[in-house]
């Protein structure tokens, strides 16, 4: 989404410039071509230098070094970023002031913006600051943030410049098409855990990391997603319906009670297959052998195949080997419209690595193989076969 694009970067005078800096290396990292544009007041906190280093190009911090950058800059750019915003900058911007390159440049600018603002709790409360961030937002400026938290000042409040994973985040999603707007998209993700006892469980090898790459994808390209997660360590991105489950039966419950509203469902999820007949309440003492009863748990994907009505099914087929074979009969099982074959003996893709080497499979047999990737662009490939599915 960012290769290849251009990104006007507006730093401003306020203490979280510093975190500016790595904004960009990211930036540049997703292979943007990035300009920075930098108040005087922010030459006060870091120097040109460092972001002419990071980026490559020019720093503009002069209206009048080029009569005519303040056009320029704004019209080859599809992407301007104000990270961090200061007070003063917003004001100013809402009021239309133009008395530095960038509050020029933002007269001139008609592209997607983004503003993470960054002061003094008190200063983002004040009345003519909040007056002017409501009349920027009206305006189609997008606000992310500021964040709670420690002040530069000490005191605690809301007014830091949110992470910068979260501004990257923004402009990723800023940028990609918006084909799943009106979607409601369902994703399961991560392993069930089934207790045993208070301390012990049974549980399948699954990170989480495919299903909420899909996730995090399908909120990017405007989807409104519904994300129900076994355990994992894994943050759930900002924006999803986030809902924590750990047994079967409550990802089951979880699933059944939402299915209904949704236009596709996605069963990333290893859900176990099997579950202990009876929970121990205290914790089971150690003996020389011990053999466990377990009961067989509903398959969740297979019950929403018999009630699919319009809606597109997609599962995931965990084989050993490329068992394409196996991955049909489970599409054919459960009524599917799209199956991702993962191939669990490769240990360079699948459990806790950030790539992945999928086959899918649609209903009419078609077979689609692709190359080791990341898991973040396999989730777009499945969010492709599936809406191509859903037609
Ligand atoms: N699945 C499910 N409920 C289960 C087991 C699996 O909804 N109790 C879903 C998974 O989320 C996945 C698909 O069914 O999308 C296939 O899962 P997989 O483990 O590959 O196959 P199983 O049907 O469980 O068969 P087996 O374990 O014998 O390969």
Redesign the pocket.
């Known amino acids: 989404m960012l290769r290849d694009r251009n990104v006007l970067l507006g730093v401003t005078g306020s203490i979280a410039a510093y975190k500016s800096v790595d904004l960009a290396r990211r930036l540049v990292a997703n292979q943007a071509h990035v300009k920075v544009v930098m108040t005087e007041a922010s030459c006060r906190f870091i120097t040109p230098y460092i972001f002419e280093s990071i980026t490559g190009n020019q720093v503009y911090t002069d209206l009048f070094k080029d009569p005519f950058s303040h056009i320029n800059l704004s019209k080859e750019a599809h992407l301007l970023i104000i990270a961090p915003a200061t007070a003063n900058t917003i004001n100013k911007f809402s009021c239309g002031i133009a008395d530095n390159l960038l509050s020029t440049l933002w007269l001139t600018y008609e592209g997607p913006a983004l503003i993470a603002p960054a002061m003094n709790f008190r200063m983002y409360s004040n009345r003519v600051v909040k007056k002017h961030i409501l009349e920027l937002k009206q305006a189609g400026a997008q606000f992310i943030g500021p964040a709670s938290g420690s002040l530069a000042c000490g005191d605690e409040g809301e007014g830091r410049m949110v992470e910068v994973e979260e501004i990257v985040e923004a402009a990723l999603a800023a940028l990609s098409k918006k084909d799943l707007a009106g979607q409601n998209i369902l994703i ?1 993700a991560g392993p069930t855990a089934e207790p045993i006892d208070p301390v012990r469980y049974i549980s399948n090898r699954s990170s989480g990391k495919m299903g909420y790459a899909i996730a995090r994808a399908a909120l990017r390209r405007g989807a409104d997603v519904t994300l129900i997660s076994g355990p994992s360590s894994l943050e759930p991105p900002r924006g999803v319906t986030f809902i924590p489950v750990e047994r ?1 039966s409550e990802m089951e419950a979880e699933v059944f009670k939402r299915f209904k509203k949704s236009t596709s469902v996605i ?5 176990s ?1 099997y579950s202990p007949t009876d929970i121990a309440k205290v914790k089971i003492r150690k003996k020389d052998e011990m053999s466990l009863k377990l009961k067989k ?5 297979r019950e929403l195949g018999k009630k699919k009505g319009g809606r597109v099914l997609v ?4 084989e050993s080997g490329k068992d394409i074979k196996s991955a049909v009969a ?1 599409l054919k099982a ?1 009524n599917l419209d799209l199956i991702v074959l993962n191939d669990i003996s490769r240990k360079d893709v699948g459990f806790d690595v950030d790539t992945n080497e999928v086959t899918l499979i649609n209903k009419k047999g078609r077979i689609m193989e692709y190359p080791i990737m990341k898991k973040i662009e396999v989730a777009d490939i499945i969010l492709d076969r599936m809406l191509e599915a859903g037609k």
């Open positions: 399961t079967a069963m990333a999820a290893a859900v297959d748990n509903a398959d969740i994907l599962g995931f087929a965990a489970k459960k």
